[in-house]
């Protein structure tokens, strides 16, 4: 028998999951498909900005200031200072350590893909060493034919917002004699001895003292700490990865990681399952049936936590009618359930899409609740993109909310245990 | 005259370098005819002329099609749907469609078309179909629903008749462009992103003489002065704004009419309900999708059109009953284009205003000489209505001169008619997929490259209409990114020692006869052009787009990133739920939470794009002759 069946096997899924397997309990993760770490930076971005558009820096005083029915307002500073502190903690577990900012408790802030200062607390220590908040000068590498990553246009905003930066290319060639290669293949390929020899060395040509150098976002897979150990050697310079447009080298890798070190904690994880109904048992959910290639399958456990992601993840379809819908308990929605309520007339509104801001409710302790605010089932909980009461894409808190909810969700679903035993 | 008669005997004309010169007073020019507007009845307009040797001068207020010829349904049509309320529309449009075929040809795919009788038609307006077809000359085969299901699979297997004509469809932004580089070859001089915002005028009360215009470059923002002796105002549903600028009442009923695109083709013939022609009755397939369409609704302004929900769920239901399921589909984009209607005296609803074309000749009517509107029509229809127009011309300039557009071919024919395969067949037989920067619609970096540098490009907009840049299922999701890029690399800076300006060399400006073209954009170019400037045959040719000239504020790819993602997001608002508001929310994972765009540098900067999406009109007041 399953203790804790997990529905969704993005960040705030695995993350419950390792949570939950830690203290000992039987977790297993059934999910349609991985989540949207693979089409993002690889960072766990907490608070970017803030309702009014400011940006954030000192992040608890600025969580402190959020609405109570904002995921972080229903966590307290406390849950999601430890929640954060423990995935920093899992991060090297896996080999694949994250850090933060130079001042404790701020954002780091880190060159994006058009070369904007993108907000995020932690990020893999091979993206930290591009952090805007110091003022060394930055040559910025792509690699010629790449479609992926454009070093010019980053050169050139990060010197209009007063950076010392330029821009330089290596040839494709370096790596590959073919033209369409992806991000992933790119990174396999850097990891080869040989290639990554000659790509330090065509770096170490072209960077001057004191500069740091950042470069496309492949620099390996597997093999990712030592492949940039290996080029900061030979340059003598900090080397730091950009992200490029997806898939997201850097978030692949954490993904992956991630997801084969609960397997090795005996925690199974199937991808390619899509959940398809459930059956209850007076206000417990008593299964989850999934489709399979075979046959229908359905799981049994003894708490569920619903992490199948918003509208973006997939957990939310919705029609051409207007209506909107939680896709596996059809879990009641803040959506407007009317298109005209949806949306404002421009993409870069600030005050983002009415629709993205909906999403399931929920109590202090992460159980979905009806409007009344009573639970909507006792053994069932709901973490990740998935809850209503914030717009993560607009803050920027896409894997802070996933990851504080998923933490403590954990803990929450334990103590519901010691207290039924 | 002197300008004029250079301009007529020159290939490329002499040119104002209007960004080098300080001027106390606006520059000016001089030509014969002046077309306003770059639709397909100007640039027909302007390509006519030219062929019968008048110095000729076209203005755009924006890119060409920017108007209602951008925003159409994509049926060459065959008449069939007019044989019976407008026989004589019937008439004309089989004739210019068989005439198309052989000049346009490649804008051109043979789709065929079917009429077929749902359960919902009325009784005997299929027989009165088929005879009106014998009667118009419109070709007409009665075929049989099996065959038509063979045919097409996907149609409503409860229709009870169908009949087959020579429908087809047509790519409205590559024609246009093909005949702006006839005009251009013929002399033309074609001036985008210049807006009429006055005429010039002579005489007085009952002798008043139209004498040119003042026009506004919306890129530089200098203004301009155009002499001519004759102004023809071809800018379609804004034809009464200009005729007001002559003191002329022109009364147009701007009949919105909406269309809704599936991500992939459901049909490959035209389907045409056999009715009387009503809402949400045709299916076209143009390039990768199928567009339903479309409503008529009279509205106030031509610009700034808003579709409802409701407009778009209505399409879905008619739609479904041509093509069962057809509401389930994934829908990529919705858009609304406005009817130039005309009809004098006319104050009734818009969709019973007439169709056919109207010239109106304001020295007759108005007693206002040097001036001829030409507005209603049909895209089918543009050449004939070009001709009828200069054939006026001909006789106010007080010359003979036979109009040649129906068998002149302009450039690009040789490739034959458009067929789907056509990109993928040629990406595959060069192996051009390492280059692809739009996986959705197969565009290849040179393709944008060459665009870019081929053809005036202001907005990345300019590209989507030039090489079908984010038009697929991701609506730019991935190739935004990408062209934003390619552009800012091969931008010219200012210290290029090899930086052509305006005017100084023979650019080859409105090459446009194989943009659509993976194979042909990448001869005799290397991907890497980026690395070695000015070493490539592409990118030694001069530049006159302002999006890669360094020196113009709107090359700032911060600008054309912004403003594309804005104006797209225009596009899909009205179709967004299910798989397409997923796919719009990776597209703000993406450019807000991944790229930060939205706090990039000059975020609140002007550019010519701006009015447009931020609704209201967002241009310069137009001022009466200045
Ligand atoms: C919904 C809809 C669907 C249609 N479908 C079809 C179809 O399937 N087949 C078909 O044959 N026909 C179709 N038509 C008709 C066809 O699209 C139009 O008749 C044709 O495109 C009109 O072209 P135009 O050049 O006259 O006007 P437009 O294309 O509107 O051109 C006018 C131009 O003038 C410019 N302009 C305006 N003011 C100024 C100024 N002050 N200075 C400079 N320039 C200015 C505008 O920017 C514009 O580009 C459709 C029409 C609509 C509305």
């Not at chain 1, 490029?244 to 399952?273: D, N, Y």
């Not at chain 2, 009784?123 to 085969?141: I, M, N, Q, S, W």
């Not at chain 2, 580089?181 to 005429?199: D, E, K, P, S």
């Not at chain 2, 000015?534 to 600008?559: F, Q, Y």
Request: glycine fraction near 10%; aromatic fraction near 6%; proline fraction near 6%.
């Amino acid at each position: 028998m399953t203790d804790l069946l997990i529905i969704g096997a993005g960040l705030a899924g695995l993350t419950a999951g390792w949570h939950a397997a830690k203290a000992g309990q039987r977790v297993k993760v059934i999910a349609k498909g991985m989540g949207v770490t693979h089409w993002h930076a690889g960072t766990i971005d907490v608070l970017g900005y803030t309702a009014d558009g400011a940006g954030v820096s000192r992040l608890l005083e600025a969580i402190a200031t959020l609405p109570a029915e904002h995921s972080y307002g229903l966590l307290g500073e406390e849950r999601i200072a430890s929640a954060l502190s423990a995935f920093t903690t899992l991060t090297a577990e896996i080999g694949l350590p994250y850090a933060g900012a130079h001042n404790p408790g701020e954002n780091l802030w880190l060159p994006s893909p058009v070369g904007a200062a993108r907000p995020t607390f932690l990020a893999p220590l091979g993206q930290v060493a591009g952090d805007l908040s110091t003022s060394q000068p930055l040559l910025v590498v792509g690699i010629e034919g790449m479609r992926d990553f454009y070093p010019k246009l980053i050169a050139e905003n990060l010197s209009k917002q007063g950076h010392t930066a330029r821009h330089a290319f290596l040839p494709l060639s370096l790596f590959t004699p073919r033209q369409d290669v992806t991000t992933l293949q790119l990174a396999k390929l850097v990891e080869e001895p040989s290639r990554l020899a000659q790509l330090a060395e065509g770096l170490a040509r072209l960077v001057k003292p004191g500069e740091r150098v950042g470069l496309p976002a492949v620099l390996g897979f597997e093999d990712h700490p030592a492949v940039l150990a290996r080029l900061q050697e030979v340059t003598g310079a900090p080397v730091f990865e950009i992200p490029t447009l997806p898939p997201s080298v850097p978030g692949i890798r954490l993904h992956s990681r991630l997801r084969r070190h609960l397997e090795q904690m005996g925690v199974r994880v199937e991808v390619g399952m899509e959940a398809i109904g459930f059956g209850t048992n007076g206000d417990r959910i008593a299964w989850v049936e999934t489709e399979t290639s075979s046959r229908p399958l359905k799981h049994r456990a003894t708490n569920f936590l619903l992490a199948t992601g918003g509208i973006l993840g997939g957990g939310i379809n919705s029609d051409h009618t207007g209506r909107a819908w939680e896709v596996v308990f059809d879990l009641p929605l803040t959506i407007p359930q009317a298109r005209d309520g949806w949306f404002r007339p421009h993409f870069l509104d600030g005050g983002g899409q009415p629709v993205f801001r909906g999403g399931v409710s929920v109590n202090q302790h992460f159980q979905p609740i009806h409007p009344d605010r009573t639970p909507v089932y006792t053994n069932l909980w709901a973490a990740g993109g998935i809850l209503s009461g914030a717009d993560p894409i607009r803050e920027r808190s896409v894997e802070g909310i996933a990851v504080a909810t998923g933490t403590s969700i954990a803990y929450s679903v334990l103590r519901s245990q010691d207290n039924d035993g | 005259m002197i300008i004029a008669y250079a301009l007529r005997n020159t290939h490329h004309p002499p040119v104002i370098h209007q960004r080098e010169k300080i001027t106390m007073i606006s520059p000016s020019l001089s030509t014969e005819i002046l077309v306003i507007g770059g639709g397909a009845t100007g640039t027909g307009v302007a390509w006519d002329a030219a062929l019968r040797g008048f110095a000729t001068i076209l203005v755009e207020k924006r890119d060409l099609t920017h108007g209602t010829t951008g925003r159409y349904h994509g049926l060459l049509h065959s008449g069939g749907r007019y044989v019976v309320k407008d026989p004589h529309s019937a008439v004309e449009c089989i004739a210019e469609n068989r005439i198309l075929r052989r000049t346009h040809t490649h804008c051109i795919e043979d789709t065929s078309g079917f009429f077929v009788v749902t359960p919902e038609d009325e009784g005997d307006y299929p027989d009165r179909f088929l005879a009106a077809c014998a009667e118009t000359g419109v070709p007409c085969k009665e075929i049989s629903v099996a065959q038509a299901l063979r045919r097409e699979p996907l149609l409503n297997p409860r229709i009870s008749r169908v009949f087959e004509v020579p429908d087809g469809a047509a790519d409205s932004f590559l024609a246009t462009h093909a005949t702006a580089q006839a005009a251009r070859q013929a002399g033309a001089r074609i001036l985008t992103y210049h807006q009429v915002v006055g005429l010039l005028m002579d005489g007085g009360e009952g002798d008043k003489r139209v004498t040119g215009a003042v026009v506004r470059d919306t890129v530089s923002d200098e203004t301009i002065h155009i002499r001519a002796d004759l102004v023809i105002n071809a800018s379609g549903a804004w034809a009464g704004q200009i005729a007001q600028m002559a003191g002329v009442g022109v009364k147009i009923i701007p009949g919105k009419g909406v269309m809704v695109a599936t991500n992939h083709r459901l049909v490959n013939t035209v389907i045409n309900r056999c009715k009387m022609p009503s809402d949400g009755d045709i299916l076209v397939p143009v390039h990768t999708v199928s567009i339903i369409g479309t409503t008529d609704e009279k509205v106030a302004d031509p610009e700034n059109l808003v579709i409802t929900p409701g407009e778009v769920q209505f399409m879905l239901a008619e739609g479904d009953k041509l093509v069962p399921g057809l509401s389930r589909a994934r829908i990529v984009r919705a858009w609304a284009g406005v009817r130039p209607l005309y009809q004098e005296g006319f104050s009734g609803d818009s969709r019973d205003a007439t169709r056919s074309l109207t010239l109106l000749d304001h020295k007759a009517r108005d007693g206002v000489r040097g001036f001829l509107t030409i507005t209603g029509g049909k895209w089918t229809t543009f050449r004939m209505m070009a001709e009828k127009t200069i054939d006026r011309a001909c006789e106010h300039l007080g010359v003979e001169r036979a109009c040649t557009t129906a068998s002149t071919p302009v450039p690009g024919i040789e490739q034959g008619h458009y067929w789907l395969g056509h990109r993928l067949h040629e990406v595959e037989a060069e192996a051009l997929q390492g280059g692809l920067v739009c996986e959705c619609e197969l565009v290849t970096r040179q393709m944008v490259e060459s665009a870019a540098r081929r053809n005036p490009t202001v907005t990345l907009d300019d590209l989507r209409r030039d090489v079908r840049l984010g038009m697929g299922p991701c609506q730019g999701g991935f190739c935004t990114y990408r062209a934003v890029g390619i552009l800012h690399e091969i931008g010219r800076e200012r210290h290029d020692p090899d930086f052509v300006l305006e005017g100084e060399a023979d650019a080859e400006e409105w090459e446009v006869a194989y943009l659509q073209s993976p194979a042909q954009s990448s001869k005799g170019q290397s991907i890497t052009a980026h690395a070695t400037p000015g070493a490539t045959t592409e990118s030694a040719l001069p530049t006159r787009s302002p999006a890669i000239d360094r020196r113009s504020p709107v090359s700032n790819p911060n600008l054309l990133l912004r403003d594309f993602l804005q104006e797209r997001w225009k596009g899909v608002l009205p179709v967004l739920w299910g798989r397409q508001l997923k796919q719009e929310r990776l597209d703000e994972l993406i450019y807000l939470s991944l790229m930060n765009a939205d706090h990039l540098p000059d975020a609140a900067a002007q550019s010519p794009m701006t009015g447009f999406y931020r609704g209201g009109d967002g241009e310069k007041k137009i001022v009466n002759g200045e």
